[in-house]
């Protein structure tokens, strides 16, 4: 006569359900396929409120085309030196990433209009990237570019890429006014300003 403990039947129940449990988890998965796990990114995913990653695309997407149309840059015979700083968030909720708006603009910009835009760090993340890379030699580097200016290439921007978003929320639906602007560091001149409006299903 054969006698199982309490632990080998408990062994004897478990595994075969955990091998089910398993097999059907992967069976779901492969059922959902790619595209359930990663949506377009101009694929509204319900549950999702506010802006989203259609809004990013669609308006950098405009903006960078609008930036590209100002006579300063689009008849300047020399390289436009702008810096890109931040966004102001002046909405009703806070946001975990503000740069990914500028950080796709200037992406953009560069690929489309490399021959007549550069791009400058804030001279806080220059200096961050200097004493990383350069470590003790960063403050002898610096005095060394400062005292050969002319000749030591190193640009100076010109103008100020920065933005600030805003907000009307209501009971069912927030309007959104995404504003950026292209400021003259030397005279405060707004050169150019553009905005994105979008209003938003409050879902949440």
Known sequence: MIRFTMRQISRQAILPAMVLSLTLGLAGCASHGYSYYRPGISQFVPGDAGLQSRDLVDMTDKLAADILKIPLIANNPDKVVIQVTSIRNETSTPWQNDQIYLARMRTLLSKYAGNEIAFTLPPQQ???????????????????????????????????????????????????????????????????????????????
């Open 126 to 204: 220059l200096a961050q990237l200097q004493q990383q890379t350069l470590g003790a030699n960063a403050g002898g580097f610096e005095q060394s570019s400062r005292g050969a200016a002319p000749s030591s290439g190193r640009l100076i921007p010109q103008y100020a890429l920065t933005g600030v978003f805003y907000d009307l929320p209501n009971s069912a639906t927030t309007y959104y006014l995404c504003e950026f602007q292209l400021v003259d560091i030397r005279t405060g001149q707004l050169v150019w300003d553009g905005k994105y409006e979008v209003r938003t299903l409050n879902l949440y």
